[in-house]
Every structure is written in C-alpha cells, then in structure tokens.
C-alpha cells in the first residue's frame, strides 16, 4: 500500500508551538521503548515512542495497522509514527493477533487485544510521565475499522476521546456501501474478521456482521473520517454512511476526501495534503483537551 506523503514536521511544529509551554517538562528524557511485551501472545508488542519534555498534557496517538485483518504489522504506521514525534506528539505503535483462515482470531479477540494492549500503557502512565485517558487513536484500513470498533462499542473506560481514520471500513453487513470494492475481498476478508460466511442476501448474514460494524454502535466518539475519493478496496460509500450517522447521533465529526485518492490516500497536491496535516493536528490538539 502505497504511504500519503505527509509534511508533518514544519506543518506540526508551527500548530504546536503556541501550546508547548504546557506539554514541556525539561527534566523529562526521551523515551524509545520498541516491541515490549503486553501479553502472553507472540504479537502482542508495541512500540512506545515519548518525546523528550512531555509532561501527562502532552498528546498521546495510539497507532492500529491495517493489512486486512490478517496482514501487516505496526511498522507499517512508522510514516505516521515519524511524523507525529517530529510534531511534538507521544507515540504507543501497537501489534495485535491477526486472523488466518481456520483460525479462531476475529474482532473480539483483536478487541481484546487492543483493551489488554491499553491496560497495559494506563498501568505504566505514571512512570512514563504520561496521560492515562484522552488518548487518540489513529487507524488505516483495517486498523481503523478496529480503531472505531474499539472506540464506540468496547471503550468501558471511556479512556479513548477521538478517531481519526484513513480508508476505515464501517458497514460489514449490506454490500451497497461496498460497491465498488473487489469482490475477492469481500469474500474473502469479511469472513475472517466477523468468523462467519459472506452472503451477498443480507438477510442471510450472521448477527456477526452487525456487530462488527462500528456504524451499529450504541455510542460514539468524535471522529475524523479521511477517505480516498478513488478507493477501490475500501470505497468510499463506507465513510459517507459514517458520517451520516455521525451527524445523526449528532457526535462531532469531520470527512476530509482525498481527491483522486486510492486506499492509501496517495494520488492528490501537496497543497491538499499540507491541508489535510493542517485539519488533522489541529483535532489531535482539539480532543486531547480535557472537554
């Protein structure tokens, strides 16, 4: 998957930098701390990423990678992760157990993982000198249906404040919002994420199928959908039902459509993306503020 060409540094240093007086502590090192353990899975890792005078204000961005709930690993959020430190932005890149034909692993046991992942970075705050609640998550792809998954239905510590997403599959259970994807896709990963048969009779679907769909939430968090406007894997039929009922529930949101962009957001200006960074730190900053 080709990577969005974000301009993080210049673009995030300038939003920081009337609010960095109350993120620094100058007695506070940085802190690199790559694949530790947080449970007893061999992919359970993550990579904890702290910048050099944060204090418990400092914003914290908990990664979820994408590659089809069966594929891909936290290094692949490393653009995102790059950009976010030279921002001023703590990191936590988090792994998680992935699914695989035959075997048991589906969203439950990935929410699992991230709630187990996360009581791990809340039991170690105070010695990292970092925040315990008001986190944001970011998610690409699959990462990011985990990522509002997690956030609108299995957040019980109401700990996480805001999602931002990149090409977020949202509606598992009616093929009309996912027209235009591959239909090996279809067939193929749905049923690995929910653990039961695809039908394109919707009537015929398990109820997992809903449940796994963050649209059907009961509650939800403020959330910034980013979607290539040419997406042919996720389309983007998938974002615009989310914001409709975003807007329906009437819960903060924001859709950024990235003109001509495929899955990965590649294929817009410079200009859009420095935009695109611009409206993305600013919401970072927005909703790691005690509301």
């Not at 939003?15 to 502590?25: H, I, K, P, Q, V």
């Not at 959020?77 to 992935?98: E, S």
Request: with cysteine.
């Amino acid at each position: 998957m080709k990577r969005i060409r974000f301009e993080f540094i210049a673009i995030g240093l300038f939003l920081l930098s009337g609010t960095t007086g109350c993120f620094a502590d100058s007695r506070t090192k940085e802190l690199k701390l790559h694949d530790i353990t947080y449970g007893k899975d061999s992919l359970h890792k993550m990579d904890v990423d702290l910048i050099a005078s944060r204090t418990p204000e400092t914003p914290v961005v908990i990664l979820i990678h994408g590659g089809g709930w069966m594929a891909g690993d936290k290094k692949d959020a490393y653009f995102m992760r790059d950009g976010l430190l030279a921002a001023g932005i703590n990191v936590i890149n988090i792994n998680y157990r992935l699914a695989s034909p035959g075997n048991s692993i589906h969203y439950k046991e990935m929410m699992a993982d991230i709630d187990e992942a996360l009581s791990f970075v809340i039991a170690n705050a105070k010695r990292w000198n970092i925040r315990d609640s008001q986190f944001i998550f970011w998610g690409g792809s699959a990462g990011a249906h985990l990522a509002l998954l997690y956030a609108y239905r299995y957040d019980k510590q109401d700990i996480i404040s805001s999602v931002i997403t990149l090409g977020a599959p949202t509606v598992l259970d009616t093929f009309f919002s996912m027209e235009g994807a591959k239909p090996q896709d279809v067939e193929g990963l749905l049923p690995l994420i929910t653990g039961k048969p695809w039908s394109y009779d919707s009537t015929k679907l398990a109820r997992e199928y809903k449940e796994a769909s963050p649209y059907y939430s009961p509650t939800y968090k403020p959330t910034m959908l980013i979607h290539g406007e040419a997406d042919d894997i996720v389309p983007l039929e998938q974002s615009l039902v989310m914001r409709q009922k975003l807007k329906e529930e009437n819960i903060a949101d924001t859709l950024i459509i990235i003109p001509g962009g495929g899955h990965g957001g590649e294929g817009a200006s410079q200009e859009f993306y420095h935009r695109l960074n611009t409206a993305m730190f600013e919401w970072i900053i927005k909703y790691s503020k005690k509301q």
